[in-house]
């Protein structure tokens, strides 16, 4: 009797939630309409966006093979683009600019400032051939301009009457989307706008995007609908289910969309069936698309760089990579708190503190820019990439698995509490990952926000219940220090004795009352009380790690301070600093750096650090997943031994290799698993992912995302090297201040390297386990040491 009232209580529940979460579905997926980050003026085959990571959101333009800055002190909130012109609209609403692009000047186009007001604020620009519209933001009033002729009359504006919730404009015609009752109604110079309206009739609409003479939306229901007119099959829509699409954009002749479950584009319409595609966007994941009369271009997922592509983009130099504008805005910077979708990740980052960028509120996160495929045969012992297309598909089936079981299990477990809370009047609970919760990070582009969770095992929960427990209840056998002796050790925290920064601190060198030199973490000073919970759950998954863990290759433990608001970790002093900083920043000392100008001595290094993760995923008990595996994060002491430092992140691992975790994805930007990244699903395998950048780190000396030579934008190393590594071209990523590896040491660098390409495979059971990592990488230096006696070819081969 007990199962059946809470299985039908939890059928209950699921069904009232699938309706709450449509409904929310319906209530934030606004618009998707004209006004974006990127915008297209056809005319000139202009493209521009708003740049991102810098306290400045300006605008930049590429046109004919030039980078045109736009008013680069001002910061622009939406740009879209007509025939000759395109318009900003000024962050805050209140100002609004156009730039007719024919008319370049000294470097710059000629700007002129089409309206401005102190009190009344704007939104959702949208531009047409030569007219501009603009929704008012609280009375939903739009009112129209011409932009681009100013000889021509006025472009008629809908009426003070009629209240919209989003606007947009294609070719003499705009339409936009009541307010009152979610219809289409348009407007403007020629029949087109009365025939879209017809044709859409009292379609319930949650958004609408214009193309030259038609236009496509999402109804209410999220099926994906298009009006007007049809020459081509650009109103020929493919089958699509319920919410199945999001990004829209349309041109002349075609429309294209973006799939919700791993961000590809499909494109319908046109004079044939392919000529929207393109080898340039075959794999990749799109956060927005924009379109001109006959091209196409998109903002990518992993590098937020834009891709242009379609039988009318004239620049054939930049046809198959980024154009050379930087990363862009995925969305709008603003100073309001973001809806329950949260914010887009690395937020903070890419507004350069000034804002946070709100997420649209997808079914599922679009997959990262999964790696190109080989195209020649891999060199002797190296077995092929998996193919991308082949990855991507088994992750979108994942997600599309995973969240249907997760969110089955989660609404089950919401109504147990709540028919327990009613009967027992008390309610246990819930219990949280103390890191999954923690917002974006500094401006380096640490630790990414966290997407969603499925809690689709118990097991999980009870692991990590295991890490949860406060440094109040933990058996510690280390020092326990006083506030004002930490003060003394680092000259009252001096900013000369600061040394960098931990997961939830700032990083000082001490000295102890002993003498002993030591590194001092304290948590950052906050008086929200969600970033004190954020510091003090890191500053317990730190101190409850590392406690218990003593190995040459794991930074070591000396004591901890706890007082009032202040949370304080005493570890062993790394003399020489991290790897990040030998291999990356210039102001490294020659006699440093030289150490590290040796490839025996990368391969130790990598050998250090392999053998750490191997502790903690194989000898540890439980084991320990670090989750932010990077060379800010290995450490050398001394004696220029490897150590693996700051725990704040980590968890403790599975019970046994049958089990997995669920949790909300962390990490560093350039080393986060995407398997992780996209199925929030935690396996010792993540770490490797991070190692396999490391190791790439070592070979090419790269950062991890660092820019391109030729400006083209952002580029990630394992993007970077392992194309060429795969196709034999070792020898044109390796880092030039080692210089080529001698005789003896070519063959271990090619096992370095064999070894790195396997770590940062797109899916976790094709990377190998740490064991093999530590066995290759030692017969890698025994090589470089020529003591090849020492160990058989066979173990080593044998090991992929």
Same mark, same amino acid.
């Given at each position: ?128 051939? $030569? ?29 003070? $009457? ?82 199945? @699409? ?48 006959? @091209? ?111 969110? @089955? ?46 809690? @689709? ?344």
């Amino acid at each position: 009797m007990f199962q059946m009232t809470t299985t039908l209580f939890c059928l209950t529940v699921i069904t009232i939630t699938i309706i709450t979460i449509f409904s929310a579905l319906q209530t934030l997926v606004n618009c998707l309409g004209s006004a974006s980050t990127t915008a297209i003026t056809y005319n000139t085959a202009t493209v521009c966006g708003i740049i991102a990571g810098e306290p400045i959101q300006r605008v930049q333009c590429y046109q004919n093979g030039l980078t045109i800055p736009v008013l680069p002190n001002v910061s622009f909130q939406a740009i879209s683009g007509g025939l000759n012109f395109f318009c900003g609209l000024r962050s805050g609403g209140f100002s609004l600019h156009c730039w007719d692009t024919n008319d370049l000047v000294n470097m710059a186009f000629q700007s002129r400032r089409l309206y401005h007001s102190n009190t009344v604020q704007f939104t959702d620009v949208s531009v047409g051939d $030569d007219q501009v519209c603009a929704r008012e933001v609280n009375s939903g009033v739009v009112k129209c301009w011409r932009g681009g002729n100013k000889g021509r009359s006025l472009f008629p504006s809908p009426g003070v $009457d009629l209240k919209f919730v989003t606007v947009t404009s294609g070719s003499g015609f705009t339409c936009g989307i009541l307010r009152d009752n979610n219809e289409v109604f348009c407007w403007g110079d020629n029949g087109i706008a009365v025939e879209i309206q017809r044709q859409f009739g009292n379609l319930s609409m949650l958004s609408l995007v214009a193309g030259e003479s038609h236009a496509c939306g999402l109804t209410r229901n999220g099926v994906l609908v298009c009006k007007g007119n049809n020459n081509r099959g650009k109103l020929d829509v493919p089958f699509s289910s319920a919410f199945e @699409f999001s990004g829209l954009a349309l041109g002349a002749n075609f429309s294209c969309a973006i799939r919700k479950r791993n961000g590809l584009v499909i494109c319908w319409g046109g004079t044939n069936r392919f000529e929207f595609d393109s080898d340039a966007i075959q794999d990749v994941s799109f956060e927005s698309i924009i379109a001109g009369l006959d @091209f196409v271009c998109g903002l990518t997922t992993m590098k937020l760089s834009i891709i242009c592509w379609g039988p009318g983009w004239s620049n054939r130099l930049h046809l198959e990579r980024s154009l050379p504008l930087g990363q862009i805005l995925p969305g709008p910077c603003v100073e309001s708190l973001c809806s329950t979708c949260g914010m887009y990740p690395n937020s903070e980052f890419l507004c350069d503190g000034s804002g946070n960028i709100c997420k649209s509120c997808q079914i599922e996160h679009p997959l990262a820019v999964p790696l190109p495929p080989l195209k020649s045969p891999a060199p002797p012992g190296l077995q092929p990439l998996p193919s991308p297309r082949k990855a991507e598909n088994k992750l979108s089936l994942a997600s599309v698995v995973v969240g249907s079981v997760g969110a @089955f299990a989660g609404v089950c477990a919401v109504g147990y509490c709540l028919w327990a809370g009613f009967l027992h009047k008390r309610v246990q609970p819930a219990s949280a990952d103390p890191h999954v919760d923690a917002a974006a990070m500094a401006r380096d582009g640490s630790i990414l926000p966290p997407l969603r969770s499925f809690s @689709f095992r118990r097991q999980s929960s009870r692991a990590l219940g295991r890490q949860r427990s406060g440094s109040s209840s933990l058996n510690i056998k280390t020092e326990n220090f006083t506030l004002s002796e930490l003060a003394a050790a680092t000259n009252n925290f001096s900013s000369e004795n600061k040394i960098g920064t931990g997961s939830f601190g700032t990083v000082y060198r001490g000295k102890l009352l002993d003498g002993r030199e030591v590194a001092i973490k304290r948590g950052e000073n906050c008086t929200k009380i969600k970033k004190f919970q954020e510091k003090e759950s890191a500053f317990d998954s730190e101190l409850a790690m590392l406690s218990r863990l003593h190995h040459k290759h794991l930074v070591g433990l000396v004591g901890f301070c706890q007082e009032k608001n202040e949370r304080l970790l005493v570890y062993d002093y790394m003399s020489n600093g991290s790897l990040h900083d030998h291999l990356h920043n210039k102001g490294n000392t020659e006699k440093k750096s030289s150490i590290l100008n040796s490839w025996k001595m990368r391969i130790k290094i990598a050998l250090d650090a392999a053998r750490g993760i191997d502790y903690l995923h194989n000898y540890a008990v439980p084991s320990i997943i670090h989750r932010d595996i990077k060379s800010s994060n290995i450490l050398l002491d001394a004696n220029w031994t490897a150590r693996v430092s700051d725990f704040g992140l980590s968890l403790l691992g599975p019970e046994s290799d049958q089990e997995f975790m669920s949790t909300k994805a962390v990490g560093t930007i350039g080393y986060i698993d995407p398997e992780y990244y996209v199925l929030n699903v935690l396996t010792a395998k993540t770490d490797i992912y991070g190692l396999g950048v490391v190791l790439l780190e070592l070979l090419t000396g790269r950062k991890a995302v660092f820019k391109n030579e030729d400006g083209s934008g952002p580029l990630d190393v394992v993007e970077y090297a392992v194309p060429r590594i795969s196709t034999g071209q070792l020898h044109k990523v390796l880092d030039k201040k080692v210089g080529p590896p001698e005789m003896n040491e070519a063959e271990a660098v090619e096992f370095m390297a064999a070894t790195a390409i396997r770590c940062v495979n797109l899916e976790g059971k094709e990377r190998p386990n740490v064991i093999d990592i530590v066995a290759n990488l030692e017969r890698a230096l025994a090589i470089c040491e020529d003591c090849s006696t020492s160990l058989s070819t066979s173990t080593c081969s044998n090991r992929f």
